[in-house]
């Protein structure tokens, strides 16, 4: 697609439900990363995806967080047993590392999860 | 961590350029220094990027010092939609890997 498209946009969810965030990258982007962004704060790194394996996963917050990449291309966030302090924006960005066009993180815009 | 640092905030009038500083103090020698910004409730945006040589594009300028520990990005004639979060980081070109961003420059444009 011409950007990097994230669904849903909006989600609220009680405390102790699990939620799927998906990440549509940009087409042929082989890298692809996860960040989160609470209320007022900066950028904090999740998980680094090349292909469908993830090299980096020091981000992950704890074992209720998981994320895959199938063929690719799409990616899923999925927190698991959701609490209070998963709130925030999830961020989805993808770059192509080489080649014509490469080097230039493109990000979507952001999935915004609300644990009641 | 990141391996940038700047200023938590920063002003500047309507028109006038705005110079957001930047170190990096211990970049690698194939480390490109990247610039993004977020203006309120979107997703970071690409700005410019460069190695040694200053660079300019439609939206900005990168200065970048000569011995690369720290550079500056200049907004020319900077209006109320440039108010926004101003991120700096250092990226190995054409490689993959983790990349961190600090808590970057929150720039208010004032009328």
């Known amino acids: 697609g011409a950007g990097v498209s994230q669904s849903p946009s909006n989600k609220v969810t009680e405390k102790g439900k699990d939620v799927e965030l998906r990440c549509d990258p940009i087409?042929?982007?082989?890298?692809l990363y996860w960040y989160r962004q609470s209320l007022g704060q900066g950028l904090e790194f999740l998980i680094y995806?090349?292909?469908?394996?993830?090299?980096?996963k020091s981000g992950l917050p704890s074992d209720r967080f998981s994320a895959e990449r199938t063929g690719g291309s799409v990616s899923t966030l999925t927190i698991q047993r959701t609490q209070q302090e998963d709130s925030a924006v999830y961020l989805c960005?993808?770059?192509?590392?080489?080649?014509?066009?490469?080097?230039?993180?493109?990000f979507g815009a952001g999935s915004r999860l609300t644990v009641l | 961590d990141a391996k940038t640092t700047q200023p938590t905030s920063m002003d500047c009038a309507e028109g006038r350029a705005a110079n957001l500083p930047c170190n990096h103090s211990?970049?690698?020698?194939?480390?490109?220094v990247y610039w993004y910004r977020q203006i309120h409730s979107q997703g970071p945006q690409y700005i410019i990027h460069?190695?040694?040589n200053n660079e300019t594009n439609e939206m900005a300028s990168l200065i970048i010092t000569e011995d690369r520990k720290s550079s500056t990005l200049i907004l020319p004639h900077a209006t109320l939609r440039d108010t926004a979060v101003y991120y700096c980081?250092?990226?190995?070109?054409?490689?993959?890997?983790?990349?961190?961003f600090g808590q970057g420059t929150e720039l208010s444009v004032k009328p």
């Open positions: 960005a993808s770059i192509l590392p080489q080649g014509p066009g490469a080097n230039v993180l493109t």
């Open positions: 087409s042929g982007h082989t890298a």
């Open positions: 995806f090349q292909g469908n394996s993830a090299p980096d």
């Open positions: 211990t970049i690698s020698g194939n480390e490109y």
């Open positions: 460069g190695l040694k």
């Open positions: 980081i250092v990226r190995v070109y054409n490689q993959g890997g983790k990349l961190i």
